[in-house]
DNA sequence: CTGTTAGCGCCTTCAA
DNA sequence: TTGAAGGCGCTAACAG
């Protein structure tokens, strides 16, 4: 049997606004009443229905979250932060998976728009014009995390991507290496595309090399897409000897290339990844990258959400999580 | 603004009902009416309140999913095709991630539970007395895939785990190994984990070849559990020369071992592994594995879902979808 | 074909 | 501290 709370009223000889309140603690009750209520709940087992709950006091303690690939260990890491911090605050999380398609995307933000998400977060790799004018539609807190715009009224969550480029191209030159290339990801991704890429200009020429065409190619973050930009590379008369890819997938699939090429890696080509997906620590050779915390992001996330649905009075514009290099198997000194 | 359907019913001129005829076509409406409606409907860009739309239709058109753990390329397969197959019936996810924990599991049940969902899927490893005690109080559907056991009342989405794994045994046997180990999932998880090891057993039976116990071992389906039991195996005086690992992640950490050692795969020794993940094909050496498809198995998953909801005549009691063997680079001819 | 009237289950004033 | 009553936004049964 499914009991509702004028059940449980009459079980109780209370009214259900007593009811109410004991379980909200939202009133004081007298603590007799109160233990009459509480007893009648236990033993019906009792649960109130979110939906009725929802609809009155207007939220529906469901964050919608969209990401553009479910199965990248990327997206999956921040997920599981958005999920636990979420899970801590009484929230849960309408997850949402683009496959990387746009209107895929803006159905499900329709979704969510009637669905009264209290808040949104946002995952993803650019930010469209229709994008745009599907978020003017939430009257609900949007955060963004690995993504966003100068003009953005959003907060995002991410890291100095300008930074952490210029770190890995920068310990390459150390490690000795002048002919480096780079497979970076799409330009109009302002963050992990365009800044991987500047900081990668900025490297070079803080050390006097010379930028040399053929050896930037673009891709699309998936390891075919390094795949097939490293056979581009290796087409090439004369070759670097050292990768930057603005992405681990996109460096295990250079370096798959390489491997069927009949190369070695790091002895023919060092690689540098970017991101340290649990792969790059199992591939073999083992990755050399710039490590992130993604599951932190994810929490960041959530936390920034929770703080503008309750008002807070400092709501960050961003908030800038830390990155490392991890040095392993495929960068050689040369 | 915010419009609700009584606004909409002042600005068309018509009742509340009469609106929400239009919106559900749930009943006919002269075309006059009904344009006049819609035309409000765009004007105000009015969206009804699913919220208010369950409550009284007892239906919230979301359904659970629980999984164990959501980076694990397999669930993420499974979850997109349950995604696609509930967006096109009008239904969304309520994803639920229990990073391999009874508890948050349990947890999890209980929102869901509060949430009114209209259907659950259950993806695990195991079932245990307290899940099943919780499902019981789920008065909607159940579906699982790739888990189950023999009294559950539940639809079960699987591949035949016996089979497929008797068939990769068989493959390395005919490949002419007669020294095989395997590395197997828990027991206690009554497909993947105790049908691979029968399957086993039996192709070793089937071709008179002794079962060597210190061959085999026991991990958990993780990348390190891979390592550590491949570890194990090296230890050994007298070595197989292949081994049957229970899913893909397992057997990269094998592979990975056996590197770490200076040994070759599939020279030193042959390896074989199941599920066909993406990283299987990636991985230098590839991987030679069972395949199966486990974005149908969820696509299946929310069909039968939906064909509860739906009071179908017939609800089958276990859909079982193909497996085929992936021969990479991973094993040997002896 | 259309409108009126009750709910759905809960929360929240307002009074007592 | 407690109860009665109205309302959240929509659907569905019942009239007309």
Redesign the pocket.
């Known amino acids: 049997m499914k009991y509702?709370?004028?059940d449980i009223a009459k079980l109780a000889g209370?009214?259900?606004?007593?009811v109410?309140?004991v379980?909200?603690n939202?009133?004081?009750?007298?603590d007799?009443?109160r233990s009459r209520v509480l007893e009648v709940v236990k033993e019906t087992n009792f649960k109130?229905?979110q939906l009725?709950?929802s609809?009155?006091?207007k939220q529906t303690k469901l964050i919608g979250v969209i990401v553009p690939d479910i199965s990248n260990p990327v997206f999956s890491q921040i997920i599981n932060g958005i999920e636990v911090e979420a899970y801590k605050k009484g929230y849960n999380v309408l997850l949402c998976n683009s496959n990387n398609k746009e209107d895929t995307e803006l159905n499900y933000l329709e979704v969510l728009l009637n669905k009264e998400i209290d808040g949104l977060i946002y995952n993803g790799f650019k930010i469209t014009d229709n994008l745009k004018l599907k978020l003017k539609e939430f009257h609900v807190p949007v955060v963004m995390t690995g993504i966003g715009e100068e003009q953005s009224n959003f907060p995002v969550i991410k890291i100095d991507n300008f930074k952490a480029a210029n770190d890995a191209v920068s310990f390459l030159i150390q490690k000795g290496h002048k002919k480096i290339g780079m497979i970076h990801g799409p330009v109009n991704d302002p963050l992990s595309g365009k800044l991987r890429l500047e900081g990668y200009y900025q490297a070079l020429k803080d050390n006097n090399l010379e930028v040399e065409k053929n050896f930037i190619q673009e891709g699309n973050y998936k390891i075919s897409s390094g795949y097939k930009s490293m056979t581009n590379i290796l087409s090439l008369v004369e070759k670097p000897t050292a990768i930057f890819c603005a992405n681990d997938e996109m460096a295990i699939g250079a370096i798959k290339c390489i491997i069927d090429h009949g190369y070695k890696v790091p002895n023919d080509y060092s690689i540098i990844g970017f991101d340290n997906i649990e792969l790059s620590e199992i591939y073999s050779p083992s990755l050399t990258t710039i490590s992130q915390s993604f599951y932190n992001e994810g929490e960041s996330a959530m936390r920034v959400i929770i703080s503008m649905l309750n008002k807070d009075k400092h709501i960050p514009k961003e908030i800038v999580h830390d990155h490392k290099l991890i040095e392993r198997e495929t960068v050689k000194k040369i």
Not at 14 to 18: F, G, W
């Open positions: 509702n709370i004028t209370v009214s259900k606004a007593t109410s309140r379980l909200n939202s009133k004081p009750v007298s007799e009443i109130p229905s009725a709950r609809l009155s006091s």
